[in-house]
């Protein structure tokens, strides 16, 4: 489990897995080199060929260093965290948090599908990206609602004729649209990558860096090969330290689903139904409703 020391946090492996990643983008570059190194000698039925293998390579290499990179800023705020003087209630940086402020985009959602295509958990990286989300569940619709989710740019007409009743109340809180990407390999989709944005349009470069983003969480977070924590069954990464908050939204559905004679489905939407018209966060409300100041009517 996640406590900022050990657990998800791993310094050796992190360590270990940035260097993997500027390794394979090395050999990527090296690769793009050489062809780009054949277009000038090459005959000219040959050239389109090394243009593409080229170009193929420097894409490759752009993820693999920008996954690097993603999580070499990981270890530099676990590190100025780290060396804090010691506060009661100081509390790691969360790998969102940073993943996003790097890419520039603060408010992001990554939705994890569960096996029958419903959402299984979720990991947010700032206040918005969590009202925006509790809305999306109240409401029971939205950009990272099953495995349906159109990836790419929703600008602001058809965020409202998508989502007719999403749109106008996330607007309330300064979303006006979202850009989406698909998590897992092609073919097989594991999750959503989703950015709630505040102008109407978004541009080309908030799309790439959140398709960026995307495949760096597949090929690191989503890895098969990353190894599985034997207590919940999720990947030893510190994305996944988040998903720990979690835990306070499982006891609270306990207690509702105790108090109130329903099945966990239920009670998980009676507390995001009361989250959403209280103007609170899921987890606040929960922590509320686990220490019995506050029971649903």
Request: a negative charge; hydrophobic letters at 45%; charged letters at 25%.
């Amino acid at each position: 489990m996640w406590d900022g020391t050990g657990g998800r946090y791993d310094p050796t492996a992190l360590r270990g897995l940035i260097d993997n990643e500027r390794a394979r983008a090395d050999r990527a570059a090296a690769v793009a080199r050489r062809h780009e190194s054949l277009m000038e000698t090459a005959i000219a039925s040959m050239r389109p060929f090394h243009s593409r293998m080229a170009e193929l390579h420097r894409a490759t290499e752009r993820k693999h260093r920008a996954a690097a990179d993603t999580h070499a800023g990981y270890l530099d705020a676990i590190g100025r965290w780290a060396d804090l003087p010691e506060e009661p209630f100081s509390s790691p940086p969360a790998f969102m948090k940073v993943a996003a402020e790097a890419s520039g985009i603060r408010s992001l959602a990554v939705s994890l599908f569960g096996i029958s295509g419903s959402e299984a958990s979720v990991v947010v990286s700032d206040p918005i990206a969590a009202r925006a989300h509790d809305l999306e569940y109240a409401l029971g619709e939205g950009p990272s609602r099953g495995t349906l989710v159109k990836p790419g740019v929703c600008g602001e007409p058809e965020f409202v004729s998508r989502w007719p009743q999403f749109a106008p109340a996330a607007r309330e809180f300064g979303v006006r649209s979202v850009v989406s990407a698909r998590l897992g390999p092609a073919g097989t989709p594991m999750g959503s990558l989703t950015a709630y944005r505040s102008e109407p349009e978004p541009d080309a470069e908030v799309a790439r860096s959140v398709g960026v983003l995307a495949e760096v969480l597949t090929t690191t977070a989503l890895d098969p090969a990353v190894r599985l924590d034997v207590d919940d069954g999720l990947p030893v990464h510190p994305l996944f330290g988040d998903v720990d908050l979690c835990v306070v939204a499982h006891q609270a559905t306990g207690v509702v689903m105790a108090t109130h004679d329903c099945s966990a489905a239920d009670a998980l939407a009676l507390i995001h139904a009361h989250a959403f018209a209280r103007d609170e966060s899921v987890t606040e409300l929960s922590r509320a409703i686990v220490a019995r100041t506050y029971r649903l009517s």
